[in-house]
């Protein structure tokens, strides 16, 4: 159907800013008035008309302004320039915060996830870093119940674990012994929290697969901080229960958060990722900010934020790449000072 025009763009980003003010629909004249467009109203409705049957707004009931769907968000987010447009307290205190816990490294996470929530008013999430994850060396599957599943597995640390898997359906004795066996081809000395390919093993339950993968990746992951959930009460999308037990329990499964940070995290700066964007079924209705964080140039871990669609992304972006560059300066100066302790 073609690009947008520049006014469409114009509108759509609008709508969207309009919307993450007031979590109310945007109707023509509201935009006429406070944006300033230089058309009347009813060209501005025209126009949003027409964004809507492109899927960039949807108008809730008849005779109500629209508000802004993914693709919109996405426009929005792609169109900020956030460079320099932090607080300069903000960043005076998250320093003066770190310095006071200097050397302290989970102190350090910690506070870091607290001070981003209590900034961007959303859940936050830091992950600690981590260098090489260790090897799997060895696992086994034992049934428990028809629908459970006990994992063990050995690292070459030394370290054994086990892990109660609940499957969809009744998992046969015989089957667990073949999708060991399978495993044992297939991963057995490969390091834990690498992306061990489980999705295709062949006739494997849904749920046992995500288990596996959840309990390997936390093994060889960096440990998750969150702080902030409580900050989801203040959001309108989450007022219906169901929504609200669905982010909650997302927020309580360290493998998906950091599978839904690591999908948006690049190397340079913070990125937004927008609804399905990060791939985490239980966060489509969610957005995800994030950044990563080196320490030392060896060791990497991230830093990000997770609230609804409706997020104010340019104060999202600006703190947590903010946060992850003194995050890692700090961890870096900590280790450079034990380093030197030591010698």
Same mark, same amino acid.
């Given at each position: 159907?073609?690009?947008?025009t520049?006014?469409?763009?114009?509108?759509?980003?609008?709508v969207?800013a309009? &919307?993450?003010?007031?979590?109310?629909?945007?109707?023509?004249?509201?935009l006429?008035?406070?944006?300033?467009?230089?058309?009347?109203?009813?060209?501005?409705?025209?126009?949003?008309?027409?964004?809507?049957?492109?899927?960039?707004?949807?108008?809730? &009931? /008849?005779?109500?302004?629209?508000?802004?769907?993914?693709?919109? %968000?996405?426009?929005?987010?792609?169109? =900020? #320039?956030?460079?320099? !447009?932090?607080?300069?307290?903000?960043?005076?205190?998250?320093q003066? *915060?770190?310095?006071?816990?200097? $050397?302290?490294?989970?102190?350090m996470?910690r506070?870091?996830? +607290?001070?981003?929530?209590?900034?961007?008013?959303?859940?936050?999430?830091?992950i600690?870093?981590?260098?090489?994850?260790p090897?799997?060396?060895?696992?086994s599957?034992?049934?428990v119940?028809?629908n459970?599943?006990?994992?063990? %597995?050995?690292?070459?640390?030394g370290?054994?674990?086990?892990?109660?898997?609940?499957?969809?359906?009744?998992?046969? +004795?015989?089957?667990?012994?073949?999708?060991?066996?399978?495993l &044992?081809?297939?991963?057995?000395?490969?390091?834990?929290?690498?992306?061990?390919?489980?999705?295709?093993?062949?006739?494997?339950?849904?749920?046992?697969? *995500?288990?596996?993968?959840?309990?390997?990746?936390?093994?060889?992951?960096?440990r998750?901080?969150?702080?902030?959930?409580?900050?989801? =009460?203040? !959001?309108?999308e989450?007022e219906?229960?169901?929504?609200l037990?669905?982010?909650?329990?997302?927020?309580?499964?360290?493998?998906?958060?950091?599978? @839904?940070?690591?999908?948006?995290?690049?190397? !340079? $700066?913070?990125?937004?990722?927008? $609804?399905?964007?990060?791939?985490?079924? +239980?966060?489509?209705?969610?957005?995800?900010?994030?950044?990563s964080y080196?320490?030392?140039?060896?060791r990497? $871990?991230t830093?990000?934020?997770v609230?609804?669609?409706?997020? &104010?992304?340019a104060?999202?972006?600006?703190m947590? @790449?903010t946060?992850? #560059?003194?995050?890692?300066?700090?961890?870096? /100066?900590? +280790?450079?000072?034990?380093d030197?302790?030591?010698?």
């Open positions: 159907m073609g690009e947008l520049q006014r469409q763009k114009a509108i759509a980003t609008a969207v309009e &919307h993450i003010e007031t979590a109310e629909p945007v109707g023509s004249e509201t006429r008035r406070r944006c300033g467009f230089a058309c009347s109203s009813a060209t501005i409705r025209n126009e949003m008309a027409r964004l809507e049957e492109r899927g960039y707004l949807s108008q809730p &009931h /008849t005779s109500a302004g629209r508000i802004p769907l993914r693709p919109a %968000y996405r426009l929005h987010v792609d169109e =900020l #320039r956030t460079e320099g !447009q932090r607080l300069d307290r903000d960043v005076t205190w998250i003066g *915060e770190l310095r006071r816990v200097a $050397g302290q490294q989970e102190a996470l506070l870091s996830s +607290a001070i981003l929530s209590r900034i961007t008013r959303y859940p936050a999430v830091v600690s870093p981590q260098s090489r994850g090897r799997l060396i060895d696992l599957l034992t049934p119940s028809a459970n599943v006990l994992v063990s %597995y050995l690292d070459d640390r370290v054994t674990e086990e892990v109660l898997v609940e499957t969809s359906a009744p998992v046969r +004795a015989d089957e667990l012994a073949r999708i060991e066996e399978l &044992h081809e297939r991963v057995v000395g490969a390091p834990l929290g690498a992306d061990l390919g489980l999705e295709d093993l062949e006739g494997c339950d849904p749920a046992l697969v *995500e288990g596996l993968r959840d309990a390997f990746n936390e093994a060889g992951s960096g998750v901080y969150v702080e902030g959930t409580t900050f989801v =009460l203040d !959001q309108p989450f219906d229960p169901e929504s037990r669905r982010m909650i329990g997302a927020l309580s499964r360290s493998p998906l958060l950091r599978r @839904a940070l690591d999908a948006v995290a690049g190397e !340079q $700066g913070s990125s937004a990722s927008i $609804g399905e964007e990060h791939g985490v079924e +239980a966060l489509s209705d969610c957005s995800v900010v994030a950044a080196r320490v030392d140039d060896r990497r $871990g830093v990000g934020v609230g609804p669609m409706r997020m &104010h992304y104060l999202a972006l600006e947590v @790449a946060l992850a #560059r003194n995050l890692g300066q700090a961890l870096s /100066t900590s +280790a450079q000072d034990e030197s302790t030591d010698r």
